[in-house]
C-alpha cells in the first residue's frame, strides 16, 4: 500500500481538513487546525507531502514522524508540527481503517471505558457566564471552564481582580459544589496579576486553573504555585515532547494540554502523555477544533491512564441542525451522556466524513484571524 495522493481543506469556521488517498481505495482524515494560520500551515503540509510522503508506505508511521520533523534542518514551531499532527492523524486513520481497528486497539487497548469532557462558557458580566453555566449544566455537563479574565492590563487594578471573583463566584453559587469547574487564565495576565488572581480564586475550589503565566513564561510558574492550592495546568502552546521536557521533568504543573493538532498528532502526543504519567501528572487535551481533531483526542483518551478530562467546542450534546458536526457522516458519532464521550469504535477514528460537504464548504472564503485588543493607551493587549 502506497500514498497516492492528498487534498488539504480550508472550511469554516477555522479548520483545516487533510484527506489521504491511497493504491488500495482507503481514505484517512486528518486536522491540521492552527487557529489564524490556515494558510501558512497549508503550505507545510503541502511542502512535506510533496518532498517526502507521496508514494511511501503509510504503515510506517514512526518512520514517516522522525522523517518529517528531522529531515529539515529547521524544526519545531507551531507551523510544521501542526502540518505534522494532521498528516499524523490522518496516517494513524489509514492504518485503523487497514487492520478493521480502532487507533485505540492499535495502541494497547482501552484503559477506559469512556471520558468526561468539558464545555467553556462565556459572558464578560457575571450574570451572563452564569447563565451559560445555568444551561451547560441543564445539558448535562459535568465540567466547565470559564475565562478569569478578558481584556485586562499587565499588572491590573483591583478592579479588574474584584471582577474575576465576581464571576467565578456567580458561576460556583450556580452549579454548586457537585460540578467542576475550571478556569483559564489564557496567559492574558503578567505573573504578578497571576499570583493576585490564584490566591482570590481558590475560595471557589477551581479543579485546576489553565495557562496562568504565558508559555513564554514558564519559569515563573513555581511563584504563582506558591500562592495558591489549585491545581496548575498548561500546554496547548508547546508543540513537542521536547517543549514539555521541562514542564514535565520539574514538575511545574500538576496538568499538561497538549493539542494533537498542533503537537504533531496522536504519535507525539502519546509520547508526552505517557511522560506525564510517569511522574504523576494528568493529561487534559486540548481540543477547541474540529471533529476530526476531537475523534483523534478521544481515541488518545481511551489509552492514557492519566487522561483527566476532554475539552471540546463542538456542542455534542446538540447533534440535530448542528452546523460543526455537519461535516460527519453520523453527527451522533460522539455518544453524549451523563457528562462523557465513549471513543467511536468504528476503524481508525471512529467517524465517517461528509466529503460533500466538506468540499461544499471549503469553496467558501474562510480567512479568520483572532481579534488583536488595545489598551486605552493604544498599546497592544494579549488575546
Known sequence: ??????????????????????????????????????????????????????GKDPLEIERHWQAMYRGQYFRDGPILTSAIGGIDMALWDLKGKHFGAPIYELLGGRARDY?????????????????????????????LKMEAVAQTERLSSPDTIDQARDRVAAVREEIGEQIDLVVDFSGRVATGTAKRLAAE??????????????????????????????????GERLYSRWAFQDLIGDRLVDVVQPDPSSAG??????????????????????????????????????VCPNALAQGQDLEIHEPENNDLLAYLDDPTAFGFEDGHVRAPNAPGLGIGVNEKYIRRQAELDVNWQNPIWYHDDGSIGEW
Open 201 to 234: 480564586l481558590d475560595e471557589y475550589e477551581p479543579l485546576f486553573y489553565e495557562e496562568p503565566v504565558r508559555p513564554a513564561h514558564l519559569e515563573a510558574l513555581p511563584k504563582v504555585e506558591a500562592h495558591t492550592t489549585t491545581p496548575l495546568g498548561t
Open 115 to 143: 471520558i468526561d469532557v468539558y464545555q467553556w462558557i462565556g459572558g464578560e458580566s457575571a450574570s451572563v457566564v452564569r447563565d451559560a453555566a445555568a444551561t451547560a449544566v441543564a445539558n448535562g455537563y459535568n465540567i
Open 265 to 302: 498528532g496522536i504519535s507525539e502526543v502519546k509520547k508526552i502523555a505517557n511522560a506525564a504519567e510517569a511522574v504523576d501528572i494528568s493529561v487534559s487535551l486540548h481540543s477547541p477544533f474540529g471533529p476530526i481533531a476531537f475523534a483523534a483526542c478521544l481515541q488518545l483518551d481511551m
Open 1 to 54: 500500500m502506497e500514498i497516492t495522493d492528498y487534498e488539504v481543506f480550508s472550511v469554516p469556521p477555522r479548520w483545516v481538513f487533510l484527506r489521504l488517498e491511497t493504491d488500495t481505495g482507503l481514505i484517512g482524515w486528518g486536522e491540521a487546525t492552527l487557529a489564524g494560520h490556515s494558510k501558512t500551515t497549508i503550505a507545510a503540509v503541502e511542502t512535506v507531502m510533496e518532498h517526502y510522503l507521496l
